[in-house]
């Protein structure tokens, strides 16, 4: 059961659907990837890109365009978002556990 965009979820974790693709595709098999844990995404132009439920633990975001992009659900424990534009972003359910950020940019991505 997926709750609909309009109304927050009142679902715990363990009750989420799991797996779902994101907006990355690898380049070769055109398959939705979702494990981007390390990977060097510093001033990369993610703007809009759908990221929700990607595994970016680790990455090196630092510098990059996440404007308007969906992270819901993602794991950025342990990224560097150092510089990053996060305007517009959305972050509901993302683990930002011991994720490297600056105060303005998260800022700016929930402010209304």
């Known amino acids: 059961m997926t709750p609909s965009p309009s109304e927050p979820s009142e679902l715990p974790d363990e009750d989420m659907p799991r797996g779902q693709p994101t907006g990355v595709t690898d380049g070769?098999?055109?398959?939705?990837?979702?494990?981007?844990?390390?990977?060097?995404?510093?001033?990369?132009?993610?703007?809009?890109a759908d990221?929700?439920?990607?595994?970016?633990s680790?990455?090196?975001?630092?510098?990059?365009d996440l404007s308007e992009a969906d992270l819901s659900w993602a794991n950025l424990s342990w990224a560097d978002l150092s510089w990053a534009d996060l305007s517009g972003a959305n972050l509901?359910?993302?683990?930002?556990?011991?994720?490297?950020?600056?105060?303005g940019n998260v800022v700016r991505s929930i402010a209304p």
Do not use: H
């Open 51 to 56: 990221l929700s439920w990607a595994d970016l």
């Open 92 to 103: 509901r359910g993302a683990d930002l556990s011991e994720a490297r950020v600056q105060v």
């Open 28 to 48: 070769k098999t055109g398959d939705f990837v979702n494990d981007l844990s390390g990977a060097n995404l510093s001033w990369a132009d993610l703007s809009g």
């Open 58 to 64: 680790r990455a090196d975001l630092s510098g990059a």
